[in-house]
């Protein structure tokens, strides 16, 4: 059976799994799942900060095309 994660069988995982232990050892291991939490939540947040100051430049980006806009349009009507 294949699983879905990396086109990985339960055999290849069940291997890493063990070469993992035997590398690092059961003590260590807590930690070393620890450090790659903190890692990927600062990623995530890093993440998040970059989309929502993406979003802040688009709206302003469009607030300055609609004053634009506007500005050209009460051009036209004086005319």
Do not use: C, H, W, Y
């Not at 294949?2 to 069988?9: D, W």
């Not at 035997?22 to 930690?31: A, H, I, Q």
């Not at 688009?58 to 300055?64: G, I, R, Y």
């Amino acid at each position: 059976m294949n699983l879905l994660f990396l086109g990985l069988s339960a055999g290849s995982i069940f291997v890493i799994v063990i070469a993992i232990l035997l590398l690092f050892g059961s003590k260590e291991l807590p930690n070393i799942a620890r450090t790659l939490g903190k890692g990927i939540r600062e990623i995530k947040n890093a993440t998040s900060e970059i989309q929502n100051e993406v979003a802040k430049g688009a709206k302003t980006e469009d607030l300055k095309d609609l004053k634009k806009i506007k500005d050209d349009l009460d051009i036209t009507k004086k005319l």
